[in-house]
């Protein structure tokens, strides 16, 4: 019986990582999580898949009562390989070529220099969903020699990684390999070669003719290359958790040699980790980061509240691909959200196992706290014809609702979903989902009589009381046959009427929202 309740029982897959943590690298007062990207273009919400991954491993760490010390690598040390194409005065980037990213001017003016402008854009969002990760600028840490013992001891061993990386190589590395690259300092690129080490001593000359020997001690333009530059921070930073994209975890990839290399060189166990996969954008721009167009996470932010993009990776296991719609389906998705939510205070009723997995999911997807009672839900659906009706004005759409709302929060989560509202109709809509209301009718329609008299008496029975949308909706269809007119006809006409389309909105809870303006318009098509 034991038995069988064990394998009923629902945990999140955050909570089955942190579990994992705990278990491989022991029961300790706190741990260190960490992620971290070269800014070397626009930073998309297919890179943010790991950073809150990470956020929500954290979390659940923190649920455990554990303390949780998540870093944010920025590798602006990194080299500057290829000019975005949407980026201005192209050809004066090409002069930064083989530089480190760090020194590539901002072409657009905008910051202090090309990584500045990728970083902060990402980092001006992660308060908003509740993401404070300590960031560290890999810039800064070479240049201040924070890691000369870990680059001493790498090409101290320089052997053993050649060694090491061979095995997953088709053309060997050469014997006078080494696994560090120096920027020259008479013209700042990695077009170097190492000669020699001795101590903390390296010589190298540069492709400029440029020749010289410096301490790592006292210089910081030396870096350590990619597969060993991992590791190493594994070790200085005391990693026990970080997650990677499923190319890194490929047999022979860059986790499996980074394991080996930070046992073997740094003498420490190589991090816990989860491979994470990727994400698909429906309706919306696809990646593409070297070009400098791609959908961010701002550009999420746009459609989806902080809650709802945290819902997405909530639940969905890292491993498991999905899509982040941006047509039509949003509305879907704030619907399934709204679900979620009632579930979580008890509105919606599902089974237990279902409740208990749905209410973590919720847990873990609020920004900061579940309120002790639900917040208000409007409709994203019927959002985005109030907005709308209201020329796209949101000071108008909130009011609409404000008999409605108990308090500011309410307030302000209405206010953000109508902007989204907004959002997506002016940005991605399908044309079925747009309309403007009418001012008067058409000009050039044509009403046949007996429709026309079904707009006189609807002007009418608007008037004399309070409909629901159901009765209205019946209403139409006593109208219609009593004039002897086609439903489909009286619709099309409404339509018409009402935005100029043939279709639009449930033509019975649009009028009632239209209220006056609606019985106008009836009243003018009457005459």
């Not at 747009?434 to 008299?453: A, E, T």
């Not at 409404?494 to 033509?507: D, H, R, S, T, V």
Request: hydrophobic share 35%; aromatic share 12%.
């Amino acid at each position: 019986m034991a038995e069988k309740k064990k394998k009923e029982e629902v945990i999140h897959w955050a909570d089955r990582i942190a579990k994992k943590i705990i278990k491989e690298k022991g029961d300790k007062e706190r741990y260190t999580l960490a992620a971290g990207i070269t800014p070397s273009g626009v930073v998309h919400i297919g890179n943010f898949r790991e950073v809150i991954t990470i956020e929500l491993i954290a979390r659940a760490l923190k649920s455990l009562g554990k303390e949780v010390r998540f870093i944010y690598s920025w590798d602006d040390y990194d080299v500057f390989r290829k000019v975005p194409v949407n980026m201005p005065k192209r050809d004066e980037l090409k002069r930064y070529l083989r530089q480190p990213i760090v020194d590539v001017p901002d072409t657009t003016g905008e910051y202090s220099n090309y990584a500045e402008r990728n970083e902060k854009k990402m980092e001006k969002d992660m308060p908003l969903l509740g993401i404070f990760p300590e960031y560290i600028y890999q810039s800064k840490k070479y240049r201040n020699c924070d890691y000369a013992e870990e680059i001493k001891m790498a090409m101290d061993k320089k052997g053993m990684i050649r060694e090491h990386l061979n095995k997953f190589r088709k053309e060997p590395l050469d014997k006078d390999w080494y696994p560090v690259s120096v920027f020259c300092e008479k013209c700042n690129t990695d077009a170097t070669k190492v000669k020699e080490h001795n101590g903390y001593n390296v010589t190298y000359t540069c492709k400029c003719g440029h020749e010289d020997t410096f301490d790592i001690r006292e210089k910081g333009i030396i870096k350590l290359l990619w597969r060993v530059d991992w590791p190493m921070r594994w070790y200085y930073e005391k990693v026990d958790f970080e997650s990677g994209g499923k190319d890194h975890f490929a047999a022979g990839g860059s986790f499996d040699t980074c394991k080996d290399i930070v046992k073997f060189v740094y003498n420490y166990e190589p991090p816990s980790a989860a491979r994470y996969e990727w994400i698909k954008i429906k309706g919306g721009q696809q990646f593409s980061s070297s070009a400098g167009v791609a959908t961010t996470v701002s550009d999420v932010m746009e459609i989806y509240e902080p809650e709802i993009i945290r819902w997405l990776f909530a639940g969905s296991r890292p491993a498991t691909e999905f899509s982040i719609a941006f047509d039509e389906e949003v509305i879907k998705l704030y619907e399934d959200f709204d679900h979620v939510e009632r579930v979580y205070y008890g509105e919606d009723k599902v089974t237990d196992k279902e409740k208990k997995k749905q209410s973590r999911i919720y847990e873990l997807s609020v920004v900061d706290k579940p309120r002790h009672r639900i917040p208000y839900q409007p409709s994203f659906r019927h959002l985005t014809n109030v907005v709308q009706m209201y020329d796209m004005n949101i000071d108008k759409a909130v009011a609409y609702y404000e008999k409605d709302l108990e308090d500011d929060f309410d307030k302000e989560r209405l206010r953000l979903r109508a902007m989204c509202a907004k959002n997506w109709i002016e940005k991605y809509a399908p044309d079925n989902y747009k309309f403007k209301i009418q001012k008067n009718i058409p000009v050039d329609l044509v009403i046949d009589k007996k429709i026309k008299k079904i707009f006189s008496k609807l002007a009418v029975r608007l008037k004399e009381k309070t409909w629901s949308d159901k009765d209205l909706h019946g209403e139409f269809y006593v109208l219609c046959e009593s004039e002897g007119v086609k439903h489909k006809d009286f619709f099309k006409a409404a339509y018409k009427i009402l935005i100029n389309k043939e279709q639009g909105p449930k033509l019975a809870s649009f009028i009632l929202m239209l209220g006056e303006r609606a019985i106008e318009l009836f009243r003018e098509a009457s005459r």
